[in-house]
């Protein structure tokens, strides 16, 4: 029987198992769509799918940086608990994927899932650690900078926050200082020519606001205002930032002193954004109670 693609989707739809692990099954059960359910459920494929409504907001963000320094990656990997993201077998597919990043460049997330690792995709690959581990797994996020200056990445907590950095000029141990400037102070942009005029405009019309509120005469508002904007760029600017490990210096005097400039940066915060699962401990008793 021909493994038409209509197949193979609603087998995956039914299952929640992989693309691949789904054709594999139905052409095992020659198109038999119950039998390829049973085939998914003894390799443990199948039960991926129950795991697949959980709330993976736990993890670890790995980092990669080739030898050269000329390529670096930072991915982030969810599962549900904070016990699993500490074991070696969890740390181990994150950083896997971290280093298969570096070396094949996918495009996105979808290019990368169908990208093979180890004689299997990726996407296969996190539904067999599902199956194997009991968590729903999930492969949330990636960055790859390639450069042809200096790549540094920090660690922080262990894979809770990760900073990657580009940097032209300077060495690799003021490159390493700039992404833990970024992991620590967690600038929002570059510079000042990155925040967007809508965002500038209303960040004015707040501290004029404010100032009104305080009181203060109209006419010297206006003067307040530039003040504090300009306290608004230490905060949100990488490059206006006070750096971290020196208490007068900016860190816009510390690259020009260096002959180096930041290209760009990126930083992980692990689950920032997702959803947290609630534990409703007497709620689940009294289920448990009715059941």
């Known amino acids: 029987m021909a493994i038409t693609a ?3 989707k609603e087998l995956r739809e039914m299952t929640g198992a992989g693309m691949m692990d789904c054709k ?3 052409t095992e059960c020659d198109g038999d769509m ?44 969810n599962c549900e608990t904070d016990f699993v993201a500490k074991t070696d077998e ?12 570096a070396a094949t460049k996918p495009a996105d997330l979808e290019t990368l899932s169908a990208s093979e690792l180890d004689g299997q995709t990726v996407a296969a690959l996190v539904t067999e650690k599902i199956a194997k581990i009991g968590e729903n797994i999930s492969l949330r996020r990636f960055t790859c900078f390639e450069t042809d200056g200096i790549i540094a990445s ?21 490159a390493k200082d700039i992404a833990m400037q970024v992991a620590a102070a967690n600038p929002a942009y570059l510079d000042r020519t990155q925040v967007p005029s809508a965002e500038l405009q209303h960040e004015k019309e707040v501290l004029t606001e404010q100032a009104r509120n305080e009181g203060k005469p109209e006419k010297i ?13 230490k905060e949100v600017c990488l490059v206006d930032q006070p750096f971290i490990k020196g208490d007068d210096e900016s860190v816009s005097s510390l690259l020009k002193k260096a002959n180096a400039e930041v290209v760009r940066f990126v930083r992980y915060e692990m689950g920032e954004g997702l959803e947290k699962k609630q534990e409703d401990f007497a709620a689940e008793v009294a289920a448990q109670m009715k059941g």
């Open 6 to 8: 209509a197949l193979v």
């Open 34 to 77: 119950d039998k390829a359910v049973d085939f998914l459920r003894e390799k443990g494929l199948a039960q991926a799918a129950k795991k697949a409504g959980r709330i993976a907001a736990e993890g670890l963000v790995g980092s990669y940086i080739t030898d050269d320094a000329k390529t670096g990656v930072i991915v982030e990997v």
């Open 90 to 101: 969890f740390k181990d597919l994150v950083n896997g994927i971290a280093k298969h990043v």
């Open 154 to 174: 920090y660690i922080h907590a262990g894979g809770k926050i990760v900073t990657l950095v580009e940097m032209k000029g300077g060495d690799a141990e003021l």
């Open 24 to 26: 594999k099954a139905l």
């Open 221 to 233: 508002i206006e003067k307040m205002v530039e003040g504090r904007i300009e306290k608004y760029y």
